[in-house]
Nanobody, 125 residues
Framework: QVQLVESGGGLVQAGGSLRLSCAAS????????MAWFRQAPGKEREFVAS????????YYAASVKGRFTISRDNAKNTVYLQMDSLEPEDTAVYYC??????????????????WGQGTQVTVSS
């Protein structure tokens, strides 16, 4: 069993930055594909970004490409989401997610094996 714990959320003004972290338990983290999803009030959970097991390939939703950067440190069992040029539309609960097969990118929620509990990001205008 893998536990994912997100941190780094908060309140920020439009145009600002935040860095989310997701710490994973377990010895298999380095083999997992990882991703970030988000869910805004009244909306369905949506894909944000994903990264393969070694960090060699990343993939972003069109709405965040060029503003967000996903990365990972397998020595620390941690995945990050650097969020720059934040917009009010980025306000949501952000979830860390893991899939046991790490050789390809995650793009859909039904691929996920493990979810974190979420961290709130609020961007004020």
């Amino acid at each position: 069993q893998v536990q994912l714990v997100e941190s780094g959320g908060g309140l920020v003004q439009a145009g600002g930055s935040l860095r989310l972290s997701c710490a994973a338990s377990g010895r298999s983290f380095s083999s997992y594909a990882m991703a970030w999803f988000r869910q805004a009030p009244g909306k369905e959970r949506e894909f944000v970004a994903s990264i393969t097991w070694n960090g060699g390939i990343t993939y972003y939703a069109a709405s965040v490409k060029g503003r967000f950067t996903i990365s990972r440190d397998n020595a620390k069992n941690t995945v990050y989401l650097q969020m720059d040029s934040l917009e009010p539309e980025d306000t949501a609960v952000y979830y860390c997610a893991a899939r046991r097969y790490g050789g390809s990118l995650i793009s859909r929620g039904n691929e996920i094996d493990y979810w974190g509990q979420g961290t709130q990001v609020t961007v004020s205008s």
